[in-house]
């Protein structure tokens, strides 16, 4: 006996000449899944199946994904998987590349999230006119394995040193040019400690990057490159305790031009799930880190008010992909940098306009993200240090 809702369907939900015997088991060939890949954590995998499929109807279905062998250029059967875990797991990461190429709209784009890197983004936002603090980019302390002296033949040793520590200033932060979670980030407070630090990196390329003193924090959500949530946030506070501000926002003003800078700097680089974080400084909202395609959404790390809202907004977001899921096309997003490029067009301009909202920013539930600081790594051709921060 087939579900009530394939009476008179169109060709909306994919279920187009659907015949009245269909068998519920037959059916399932024909709705769109939506599936979420993901590791440690269980609170937001869990919230956001639920409401998926209290959202959906019967055409749509949320699940988790189910891996149990790759075939190349095999579907693996979702119209839209959430990436959660593959940035971790070289062996996801190729099975979701393979899915997106099969057709999967794959949140977030597996082929420019292996491409991107931190020290690329400031980057772009500069050339976006959005503030963020002066970076330079390190090589690794020790060399890269299979290299010798003669593959730096280009490096210049030793490298101007005083010229970048001049360009950063001190205090300033070295941290990995594409790494995350607070890992391997060090605080420097002149060229000794950083030659000292940088000397501990090993292999890992660093940024050095000036340190802002800010007056405000915050930490924003961004989904499919349209829904944003401001929050108040404070880093030097406990983990439990960062989404904790007592004091309101300075104004609706810097709210509204973080609101754009968030949606600018998803739309340039085509996330559909990301965190961007801003330091406040003389009014200036300077973009510190927006490179986290699997932001944390634990209810235990971002409080009840911020979990709801990304799992409600995140929920939207996919059901909407899978919509608009169209078989044997390409079905990622790819960010207006790399479009601009793709049709030779200047890079500035060619970002939607923000829309004129105003922006959630109320104080959010007690946090408890963890910060972890441990050794960092990097390579040069030198055996003097080289710098990086975070």
Same mark, same amino acid.
């Given at each position: 006996?087939?579900?009530?809702?394939?009476?008179?369907?169109?060709?909306?939900?994919?279920?187009?000449?659907?015949?009245?015997?269909?068998?519920?088991?037959?059916?399932?060939?024909?709705?769109?899944?939506?599936?979420?890949?993901?590791?440690?954590? #269980?609170?937001?995998?869990?919230?956001?199946?639920? #409401?998926?499929?209290?959202?959906?109807?019967?055409?749509?279905?949320?699940?988790?994904?189910?891996?149990?062998?790759?075939?190349?250029?095999?579907?693996?059967?979702?119209?839209?998987?959430?990436?959660?875990?593959?940035?971790?797991?070289?062996?996801?990461?190729?099975?979701?590349?393979?899915?997106?190429?099969?057709?999967?709209?794959?949140?977030?784009?597996?082929?420019?999230?292996?491409?991107?890197?931190?020290?690329?983004?400031?980057?772009?936002?500069?050339?976006?006119?959005?503030?963020?603090?002066?970076?330079?980019?390190?090589?690794?302390?020790?060399?890269?394995?299979?290299?010798?002296?003669?593959?730096?033949?280009?490096?210049?040793?030793?490298?101007?040193?005083?010229?970048?520590?001049?360009?950063?200033?001190?205090?300033?932060?070295?941290?990995?040019?594409?790494?995350?979670?607070?890992?391997?980030?060090?605080?420097?407070?002149?060229?000794?400690?950083?030659?000292?630090?940088?000397?501990?990196?090993?292999?890992?390329?660093?940024?050095?990057?000036?340190?802002?003193?800010?007056?405000?924090?915050? #930490?924003?959500?961004?989904?499919?490159?349209?829904?944003?949530?401001?929050?108040?946030?404070?880093?030097?506070?406990?983990?439990?305790?960062?989404?904790?501000?007592?004091?309101?926002?300075?104004?609706?003003?810097?709210?509204?031009?973080?609101?754009?800078?968030?949606?600018?700097?998803?739309?340039?680089?085509?996330?559909?799930?990301?965190?961007?974080?801003?330091?406040?400084?003389?009014?200036?909202?300077?973009?510190?880190?927006?490179?986290?395609?699997?932001?944390?959404?634990?209810?235990?790390?971002?409080?009840?008010?911020?979990?709801?809202?990304?799992?409600?907004?995140?929920?939207?977001?996919?059901?909407?992909?899978?919509?608009?899921?169209?078989?044997?096309?390409?079905?990622?997003?790819?960010?207006?940098?790399?479009?601009?490029?793709?049709?030779?067009?200047?890079?500035?301009?060619?970002?939607?306009?923000?829309?004129?909202?105003?922006?959630?920013?109320?104080?959010?539930?007690?946090?408890?993200?963890?910060?972890?600081?441990?050794?960092?790594?990097?390579?040069?051709?030198?055996?003097?240090?080289?710098?990086?921060?975070?």
């Amino acid at each position: 006996m087939k579900p009530a809702t394939l009476s008179d369907r169109t060709n909306k939900g994919g279920l187009n000449n659907v015949k009245t015997n269909t068998t519920y088991k037959n059916y399932a060939n024909y709705m769109k899944k939506i599936g979420i890949l993901f590791g440690q954590e #269980r609170s937001f995998p869990e919230a956001f199946v639920k #409401r998926v499929n209290e959202l959906a109807g019967k055409d749509i279905r949320a699940e988790f994904v189910s891996i149990d062998k790759i075939f190349q250029s095999e579907p693996l059967g979702y119209a839209v998987i959430i990436d959660r875990i593959s940035q971790d797991v070289p062996f996801y990461r190729a099975a979701l590349k393979n899915a997106a190429m099969t057709g999967t709209a794959v949140i977030n784009n597996p082929f420019w999230w292996s491409a991107d890197e931190k020290f690329f983004n400031n980057a772009l936002a500069v050339k976006l006119g959005v503030p963020v603090p002066k970076t330079a980019l390190i090589p690794s302390y020790d060399q890269p394995d299979d290299t010798t002296d003669k593959s730096f033949s280009n490096l210049a040793f030793p490298m101007d040193w005083d010229g970048i520590f001049k360009y950063t200033g001190f205090p300033a932060y070295m941290k990995p040019f594409d790494g995350g979670g607070w890992k391997e980030v060090y605080k420097l407070h002149d060229k000794e400690d950083f030659f000292d630090k940088h000397s501990q990196t090993k292999q890992t390329v660093m940024m050095l990057q000036e340190e802002i003193i800010f007056d405000e924090y915050f #930490r924003c959500y961004c989904i499919g490159g349209k829904y944003v949530k401001i929050m108040q946030y404070e880093p030097r506070n406990p983990a439990h305790l960062r989404y904790a501000v007592d004091k309101a926002p300075s104004s609706e003003k810097l709210l509204q031009t973080i609101h754009d800078y968030v949606l600018l700097l998803n739309q340039y680089l085509g996330y559909d799930f990301n965190t961007v974080e801003f330091a406040v400084r003389d009014g200036i909202p300077y973009a510190i880190d927006f490179c986290n395609p699997a932001p944390d959404a634990e209810v235990t790390s971002v409080g009840q008010e911020n979990f709801d809202w990304v799992v409600e907004a995140s929920a939207k977001y996919a059901i909407e992909r899978a919509l608009a899921h169209v078989d044997g096309q390409d079905n990622l997003t790819w960010g207006e940098y790399v479009r601009t490029a793709a049709n030779g067009n200047p890079l500035i301009g060619k970002a939607k306009p923000a829309a004129k909202v105003k922006a959630d920013a109320k104080p959010a539930a007690a946090a408890k993200t963890p910060v972890k600081k441990a050794a960092a790594k990097a390579p040069a051709k030198a055996k003097k240090a080289s710098t990086a921060k975070k």
